[in-house]
T-cell receptor
Framework: SQQGEEDPQALSIQEGENATMNCSYK?????LQWYRQNSGRGLVHLIL?????REKHSGRLRVTLDTSKKSSSLLITASRAADTASYFC??????????????FGTGTRLTIIP | DTAVSQTPKYLVTQMGNDKSIKCEQN?????MYWYKQDSKKFLKIMFS???????INETVPNRFSPKSPDKAHLNLHINSLELGDSAVYFC????????????????FGPGTRLLVL
């Protein structure tokens, strides 16, 4: 399967703690993206990191990319109850038509306990 | 000022029926997508259109037929609905530029929850 795999599948932490989620993928990538999905909602893009980048920050989010290990991590610092959601990584793969498509991982369900 | 909108939000129907889901984006994007998310939250692409041209068709049954009347709209028609079609269907769009690449941020609609009884 080409899909990425997030680890852990589920994570519960206390509000204020940091949350770390990992994503592994199988093929070479141009970029890797992280998305958040709140319950009953569509996905929201969080951050995109290109293959020539190793780390990227956006507010309380920190993403790292290790292309040699084909893995990425998403760190959310000082977590808040509103961060409770599912988090997905996505990478680009070739479709059946020979065009490129985003392939999403299996997701990490993050629960922040107030 | 919704960026990507879908209708209906919920759809409950009987097996064998034909139904349509509509999607519109007001972002001026060239590319639109349909995804299916199953009960395990696994999200899989079904179709993609770039400027009204089909560019991705991911081994989806012929009962599913996308239609893009213009680059701001991508509708999904499903014939002879089956129990296994029950899922959440998401529309998305992105601006890939003149030379299409699936490398840019995608903007998702709120989803259509389809339940086939």
């Amino acid at each position: 399967s080409q899909q990425g795999e997030e680890d852990p599948q589920a994570l519960s932490i206390q509000e204020g703690e940091n949350a770390t989620m990992n994503c592994s993928y199988k093929t070479s990538i141009n970029n890797l993206q992280w998305y958040r999905q709140n319950s009953g909602r569509g996905l929201v893009h969080l951050i995109l990191i290109r293959s020539n980048e190793r780390e990227k920050h956006s507010g309380r989010l920190r993403v790292t990319l290790d292309t040699s290990k084909k893995s990425s991590s998403l760190l959310i610092t000082a977590s808040r109850a509103a961060d409770t959601a599912s988090y997905f990584c996505a990478t680009v793969h070739l479709s059946n038509f020979g065009n490129e498509k985003l392939t999403f991982g299996t997701g990490t369900r993050l629960t922040i306990i107030p | 000022d919704t960026a990507v909108s879908q209708t209906p939000k919920y759809l409950v129907t009987q097996m064998g029926n034909d139904k349509s889901i509509k999607c519109e984006q007001n972002l001026g994007h060239d590319t639109m997508y349909w995804y299916k998310q199953d009960s395990k939250k696994f999200l899989k692409i079904m179709f993609s259109y770039n400027n009204k041209e089909l560019i991705i068709n991911e081994t989806v049954p012929n009962r599913f037929s996308p239609k893009s009347p213009d680059k701001a709209h991508l509708n999904l028609h499903i014939n002879s609905l089956e129990l296994g079609d029950s899922a959440v269907y998401f529309c998305a769009s992105s601006q890939e530029g003149a030379k299409w690449r699936a490398k840019e941020t995608q903007y998702f609609g709120p989803g259509t929850r389809l339940l086939v009884l």
